[in-house]
């Protein structure tokens, strides 16, 4: 069975300074992986996804993350935090099996942005 | 072209109701997914839909809830005789045929008085 475990349910920055939000899997299987925000009363965006052997993936909005298998992490990191950063951000894994692609979902970081 | 929708955003139920939610998958997509965010938790995986097929319902509850995706029409997330565990906000994605990257409502948030 796959999983996600996100490292730290709440994660403070000061405007400007890095993000780093982590994220550890478990699969019997090559995953592929996602992250996604999700701002108040609002549904999931997807932000990036990991699906081929580029480990170093760039997302929307300056994001990006390194999948890393000998760690079985997918941190989300960007270099300046802005303030329409803060949100909720979920990590994802899902199968390679062609057709159903089952989502499992960490239970997110929330990001919090400081002036 | 239209995003994944769904209605109501907002719905109350008093305990023993039903509710009824309902999502439009983006245009071109025959593949629907609904998941279940309780609060401050992760979203869970409820069932997986195609037109007029349930292909995976794994994650539903036995009893109270079921779905469908008609030929013509929303797909449908029904709650019979809600309870107020079942108060939490009900997310609807849908994919492509042969796509892995699931695109998402905005959610129905159910409230159970």
């Known amino acids: 069975a796959q999983s996600v475990t996100q490292l730290g349910s709440h994660v403070s920055v000061s405007e400007g300074a890095l993000v780093l939000l982590r994220c550890n899997y478990s699969s019997s299987v090559p995953p592929y992986l996602f992250w996604y925000v999700q701002y108040p009363n609002q549904g999931l965006q997807l932000l990036l996804k990991?699906?081929?052997?580029?480990?170093l993936v760039k997302g929307i909005n300056g994001f990006e993350a390194e999948f890393k298998k000998s760690e079985t992490s997918f941190h989300l990191t960007k270099p300046s935090a802005h303030m329409s950063d803060a949100a909720e951000y979920f990590c994802?894994?899902?199968?390679?099996?062609?057709?159903?692609?089952?989502?499992?979902f960490g239970t997110g970081t929330r990001l919090l942005v400081s002036p | 072209n239209a995003g994944v929708m769904q209605n109501p955003r907002h719905l109350v139920r008093r305990r023993g109701q039903e509710a009824r939610l309902r999502c439009s998958p983006m245009k071109g997509h025959s593949h629907v997914y609904w998941y279940r965010q309780l609060p401050e938790e992760g979203l869970k995986f409820m069932v997986y839909l195609q037109k007029e097929n349930i292909i995976d319902e794994s994650g539903m509850p036995k009893e109270r809830f079921s779905a469908e995706f008609p030929k013509e029409g929303p797909s449908i997330l029904r709650i019979q005789q809600v309870v107020r565990g079942d108060s939490a906000a009900y997310f609807c994605a849908s994919s492509p045929t042969s796509g892995i990257e699931q695109y998402f409502g905005p959610g129905t948030r159910l409230t159970v008085t």
């Open positions: 994802a894994v899902s199968g390679r099996n062609t057709g159903f692609q089952k989502l499992v």
């Open positions: 990991y699906t081929s052997a580029a480990t």
